[in-house]
């Protein structure tokens, strides 16, 4: 297929690179700001452009911009009956309703960044169409790209994005926390990354329902006590400790 | 080495293991309950008894039980010269000075379950001892079983012990949150597996501080306060929301 893409940030970089991989074409790239756009367009053989008035012909247009631009940038583009599409966990199709007759979603739940490549085969795409053919269609392109394709509502869509925020945000916050904690005694958080690594191999075969431990789990209240009062330095993390703390026991109780 | 494990739990039942498999002899397990201390006794061709008085010689006793039990198992060891160690990550050494004129802590850093074996090569084990020969022992007992040794002060092991809290029981919660979420809207935690796979390959090479994205960290108000009103029906986990997202924000205001 043809394909412009509207945006030239992680996630517009890493589909522009992913979809050329996968054998189609992309024909434009278009972004406000010049160089990180021209750039994209030369890493994948696209013409550039800042301006919508210039916007070529092409049978997909994916707007990959932040949340907030979305509005702003569809407002810039008219498809006609070419199918429009945006990125976004949480933002609804209805935005794209004035830049085409046939619009949808197209979201590759992943973390991106521009440091390293993308392998899209194992990347569930998330798509929603506003009508059949639309759908088919994006389907045919999700699934050039990717193995695991899913056809979700936007309340389905909405609530895989809030349980990513926990599994992905989250967590990696935690992690930030405690290289904090570690750091300001003098210790390297390389210490924990057996721990960390092992954890996460569990999860390929367990539900991390069954493997909660831990002091909470174990209703241990002396540990409990201690780290809040070694925590009391930090308030910050003392504060989420014990709101987790009580999540967790929370959690077993209703089991 | 001569060893003898108290206690039959994931911990005793790992260490024991890995000991064995380090070319130690294990010469008795010392359980409460019969069936999964001889059980354990048989695997790692020990003698068993669940009778303090009944206890032989070894060169190091290791007390791998419960936090709130190590007392109690303690007062049942008179050890003479010989080494003793608990292996717990927050209580003090000298809960064993009354059994031996020479102890010391040896902790593991893993996540252990009975489940599957734990290869040690990688495993942090952090030793404390009460005199410069004891930690000397440890330390070489500690090296027989993995790449990885660490001597550490009390203080330290606490820390270690409250960001290991963080790091892996609370980042566990979180995916168990994350697929209740999933679960309550007929969708599938497998969805998520390449997101949290990805993110955690990412902390190989980068600082998680680095990593940190998603709605709070780019202050996507709109997408937080959406997020938030759809968590309206969850209220435990709307809470855990709020604070992690204002917590990220600070963090994030800090640099």
Redesign the interface.
Known sequence: MNITILGAGNVATQLALGLRKAGHSIVQIFNRSDNAGQELARAVGASFTSDARSLQNADVYIIAV???AIADVASLLKAGDKIVVHTSG?KTKDLLSFCSANYGIFYP???MTK?SKVDFS???VLIEGNNEATLQLLETLARSLSK?T?KVTE??R?????????????????????????TM???D?E??????????E???E????V????????R?K??IE??LA??EQHK??Q???R??SD??T??QSKR
Chains 1, 2 share one sequence.
Request: cysteine-free.
């Open positions: 932040k949340d907030d949480t739940l992943q973390t440091l194992n990347v569930p695991q899913h309340e389905q909405q609530w895989i994005h809030v349980a990513a925020v926990f599994a992905n945000n989250f967590t990696n916050h935690l992690f930030a926390v405690s290289e904090e904690i570690l005694h003098g210790l958080f210490i924990l990354k057996p721990l960390i690594f092992r954890s996460i569990n999860l390929r367990h539900s991390p329902a493997l909660q431990t831990g002091p909470a789990a174990r241990d002396l540990t201690r780290h070694l925590l910050n993390f504060e989420l400790y709101l987790l999540s967790i929370a959690t």
